[in-house]
């Protein structure tokens, strides 16, 4: 009995000897939470892809939530993003060398939106008590503009493109769009700048197309952007945020008509224009080229706006385009 029992003993040793010497089995990683990215959106057309891509589940798909954050004007946008309560937005590089003037804060990913050859997306154009019909005809006459943006900036390339001296250049600040769009429509200013489709509903109701930036797309091309803290803390996210955006774009740019539903919806065309609106071609993944940045960098140093240069490679990467 005595001898079983040392047996016993022994086997029993044996056997955890050998449990002891088997590898643990790996622990199940919990799954990964999608990271979630706040975006400040303001009601214009250069939101619709990101807008398609919540409807169609382009983010879920790619693994990454995204909240929208609304605002009702580029200060306020500005300002939410300041206080950290949005991660990226629509904005322009203008806004963003102003972000970036003293730190990098902000980083351009890609191109939003931007004029193509069939579609402009900043007019100039003339009232219909104005008597302006052609460009000459602007020369000397008050224009209507939001100073110090990418609108001012607009204005002055474009009819600096067509021959005008700085001195023939003369604008008045009217800042908020629908005082601006109002003013002309009732002779008050005799021009003004308008983005789309705004200038198609003015053109509506009377005012005419002197301008736009067909030849010239870069000159009001949008961007997406995000704070660089938020880049580089979550650049997966990023990523797929960008591959959601360009799926969008495709399917826009394939059936625009599918999406006309989301216009009303998101009001981001005025109800008198539905019916005859046609949504504009999409950018496909790029972004502002280093002579864009430096033309509105050199511009906005001109006007007293900003004093020192703001790095191109520090303030725009395609690191995360699809």
Known sequence: MRKFHSL????LLVALLIGACRPAAPETAAPKEPVTLRIAVLPIMDTLPMLVAESEGL?????????????ASAPERDQVLQAGRADGTVNETLSVMFFNKEKVQMQVVRFAHMATPESGHFFILASAQSGISDVDGLK??????????????????LLTAQGFAPEDIKTVAVPKIPDRLALLGSGELQAAVLPDPLGALAEQQGAKIILDDRQYPTYGASVISFRK??????????????????????RINSEPERFTGLLS??????????ETYHIPTFP??????????????????????????????DSVT???LP
Do not use: C, M
């Not at 016993?8 to 086997?11: A, D, G, K, N, R």
């Not at 000397?140 to 390339?157: C, F, K, L, P």
């Not at 919806?265 to 539905?274: A, Y």
């Not at 993944?285 to 240069?309: F, H, I, Q, T, Y």
């Open 140 to 157: 000397g006459a008050e224009i209507g503009i939001s100073q110090g943006t990418i609108i001012e900036y607009i204005t002055d390339r």
């Open 8 to 11: 016993f003993l022994l086997f």
């Open 59 to 71: 983010f879920a798909e790619n693994g990454v939530q995204v909240e929208f954050v609304p605002v």
């Open 318 to 320: 395609d690191a995360f």
């Open 229 to 250: 803290e938020v880049i580089d803390q979550h650049p997966e996210a990023i990523r797929a945020f960008l591959a959601a955006v360009e799926e969008a774009v495709t």
């Open 284 to 313: 496909t993944a790029g972004v502002p080229s280093e002579a864009d940045w430096n033309d509105v960098l050199s511009w906005a140093k001109e006007k007293g706006l900003l004093e020192a240069d703001i790095s191109y490679a």
């Open 265 to 274: 919806e998101k009001k981001l065309v005025p109800p008198p224009l539905l």
